[in-house]
C-alpha cells in the first residue's frame, strides 16, 4: 500500500450509454459527523436550517464503443446518507420526527474489467459491487483531517480491495471462469472538503483545477515500470503495446495487490474526473481540459462529449466517465 497527497496550486450511437447523475448539497447537519459540537439536542438538531456551503454536480456514463461488442467497463455514483426516525421517547421529539442529512459523503468508481468471454465484465462487475457493499456496511461516516483517521479509513479500503480480490477469485472458481480474470479500480470517496482516492490497474483519476489538469493516479503498465526504471521514455510509452499490458489488478490470476492511495484537499470550482483508458486513449488531456473548461454547460453534457470526441477519434475501446463539479 502506498499513500501521497499530491501537491496542486490553490485554490451514443452503437449502443446507447448508461448514466447517473446526482447533486448534493454540504449543509450545517454535518456538526453531528463531527460530533454534534454546536447542537444541544434532537430538536436543536430537527430544526437546523439547511444552510448550503457547497453544492456539487455529479454524472457517470459509459458506451461499448465503436469496435468492441461487449461492455467490460462498470461505474457508479452513489450519495453516503443516514437518517434517524424517532419511533418513541421522553424526550421533546415528537414519535415520527425524522433527522435527516444531506449526503454524508459521495462514492464515485470506475473499473475496467479484462478476461474473454465476459470475464471481465464479471470481474468489474464483482469489485465494484464488493467497494459498494463496504461503503455501504462499514465506511466511517465522518473522516475528520487529521492523519490518523485518514490512515484507518486507508486501512480500511485497503482490506476492502483486498476482499474484492478473493471475492473475483471465489466468482470465477464457482463459475468455471478463467481465473486470470481481472479490473482495474479507481475509487473516490469524497467527505467535502477532503478526496481519499484508491487506485489500482490503469483507469485514471484527473483533478482539474484553475484551468490546469493534474493526473492523481499512476498507470499499473508494463510501459510505465519501464519508465520509471529509466529504460524507456515516456513519449516511447505512449506509442508501445506494452503500455496496454496491466501489471496491477484486482484478480488477474494472482494475490498480489499493491493499492495506491492518495488524500486530497479539495477547493470550490475544482473538477473530479474518473476514467478508463478508452477515453484518454482516444482523446489527448488537452482537449481533455478543453471539455471540463466549459463550465457553462451540464456536467452531463460534457461527459457525453468527451465520450463523443472518444468514439469520433475511433472508439477502439469501451468508454467510460464520472466527473463531479465542486
Same mark, same amino acid.
Given at each position: 500500500?502506498?499513500?501521497?497527497?499530491?501537491?496542486?496550486?490553490?485554490?451514443?450511437?452503437?449502443?446507447?450509454?448508461?448514466?447517473?447523475?446526482?447533486?448534493?448539497?454540504?449543509?450545517?447537519?454535518?456538526?453531528?459527523?463531527?460530533?454534534?459540537?454546536?447542537?444541544?439536542?434532537?430538536?436543536?438538531?430537527?430544526?437546523?436550517?439547511?444552510?448550503?456551503?457547497?453544492?456539487?454536480?455529479?454524472?457517470?456514463?459509459?458506451?461499448?464503443?465503436?469496435?468492441?461488442?461487449?461492455?467490460?467497463?462498470?461505474?457508479?455514483?452513489?450519495?453516503?446518507?443516514?437518517?434517524?426516525?424517532?419511533?418513541?421517547?421522553?424526550?421533546?421529539?415528537?414519535?415520527?420526527?425524522?433527522?435527516?442529512?444531506?449526503?454524508?459523503?459521495? %462514492?464515485?468508481? +470506475?473499473?475496467?474489467?479484462?478476461? #474473454?468471454? !465476459?470475464?471481465? *465484465? &464479471?470481474?468489474?462487475?464483482?469489485?465494484?459491487? $464488493?467497494?459498494?457493499?463496504?461503503?455501504?456496511?462499514?465506511?466511517?461516516?465522518?473522516?475528520?483531517?487529521?492523519?490518523?483517521?485518514?490512515?484507518?479509513?486507508?486501512?480500511?479500503?485497503?482490506?476492502?480491495?483486498?476482499?474484492?480480490?478473493?471475492?473475483?477469485?471465489?466468482?470465477?472458481?464457482?463459475?468455471?471462469?478463467?481465473?486470470?480474470?481481472?479490473?482495474?479500480?479507481?475509487?473516490?470517496?469524497?467527505?467535502?472538503?477532503?478526496?481519499?482516492?484508491?487506485?489500482?490497474?490503469?483507469?485514471?483519476?484527473?483533478?482539474?483545477?484553475?484551468?490546469?489538469?493534474?493526473?492523481?493516479?499512476?498507470?499499473?503498465?508494463?510501459?510505465?515500470?519501464?519508465?520509471?526504471?529509466?529504460?524507456?521514455?515516456?513519449?516511447?510509452?505512449?506509442?508501445?503495446? %506494452?503500455?496496454? +499490458?496491466?501489471?496491477?489488478?484486482? #484478480?488477474? !490470476?494472482?494475490? *498480489? &495487490?499493491?493499492?495506491?492511495?492518495?488524500?486530497? $484537499?479539495?477547493?470550490?470550482?475544482?473538477?473530479?474526473?474518473?476514467?478508463?483508458?478508452?477515453?484518454?486513449?482516444?482523446?489527448?488531456?488537452?482537449?481533455?481540459?478543453?471539455?471540463?473548461?466549459?463550465?457553462?454547460?451540464?456536467?452531463?453534457?460534457?461527459?457525453?462529449?468527451?465520450?463523443?470526441?472518444?468514439?469520433?477519434?475511433?472508439?477502439?475501446?469501451?468508454?467510460?466517465?464520472?466527473?463531479?463539479?465542486?
Amino acid at each position: 500500500m502506498s499513500e501521497t497527497k499530491p501537491e496542486f496550486p490553490s485554490a451514443s450511437d452503437t449502443l446507447p450509454a448508461t448514466s447517473h447523475s446526482g447533486r448534493t448539497r454540504h449543509s450545517t447537519l454535518q456538526l453531528l459527523a463531527a460530533g454534534g459540537r454546536g447542537l444541544r439536542s434532537l430538536a436543536d438538531a430537527a430544526a437546523i436550517a439547511d444552510n448550503p456551503a457547497v453544492v456539487a454536480d455529479f454524472f457517470g456514463a459509459t458506451h461499448v464503443g465503436q469496435v468492441r461488442k461487449r461492455n467490460e467497463d462498470q461505474f457508479l455514483v452513489a450519495a453516503l446518507e443516514r437518517s434517524l426516525l424517532v419511533e418513541g421517547s421522553s424526550l421533546p421529539a415528537e414519535a415520527g420526527t425524522r433527522l435527516t442529512d444531506t449526503p454524508q459523503g459521495r %462514492l464515485l468508481i +470506475v473499473a475496467d474489467g479484462m478476461g #474473454g468471454h !465476459g470475464g471481465g *465484465e &464479471l470481474a468489474s462487475a464483482v469489485t465494484t459491487d $464488493a467497494m459498494a457493499l463496504y461503503a455501504f456496511a462499514a465506511m466511517p461516516w465522518a473522516v475528520g483531517r487529521d492523519d490518523h483517521d485518514a490512515e484507518e479509513l486507508g486501512r480500511g479500503l485497503l482490506e476492502a480491495v483486498t476482499k474484492a480480490q478473493a471475492r473475483v477469485r471465489r466468482v470465477a472458481q464457482r463459475k468455471n471462469v478463467d481465473e486470470a480474470l481481472g479490473t482495474t479500480l479507481t475509487l473516490a470517496y469524497l467527505t467535502w472538503p477532503q478526496l481519499h482516492l484508491v487506485h489500482v490497474g490503469d483507469s485514471r483519476a484527473y483533478l482539474f483545477r484553475n484551468g490546469a489538469l493534474h493526473r492523481l493516479t499512476k498507470d499499473h503498465t508494463l510501459a510505465q515500470r519501464l519508465v520509471d526504471g529509466n529504460a524507456m521514455t515516456a513519449e516511447e510509452a505512449a506509442h508501445s503495446p %506494452l503500455t496496454h +499490458v496491466l501489471v496491477n489488478a484486482v #484478480g488477474g !490470476g494472482t494475490d *498480489e &495487490l499493491d493499492v495506491e492511495l492518495h488524500r486530497v $484537499a479539495l477547493a470550490m470550482e475544482d473538477q473530479l474526473m474518473l476514467c478508463t483508458d478508452g477515453l484518454y486513449d482516444m482523446v489527448p488531456d488537452p482537449t481533455i481540459a478543453e471539455h471540463l473548461a466549459r463550465t457553462s454547460e451540464p456536467v452531463d453534457r460534457v461527459v457525453h462529449s468527451l465520450i463523443d470526441a472518444a468514439n469520433a477519434a475511433g472508439g477502439r475501446d469501451n468508454v467510460t466517465v464520472v466527473l463531479a463539479r465542486f
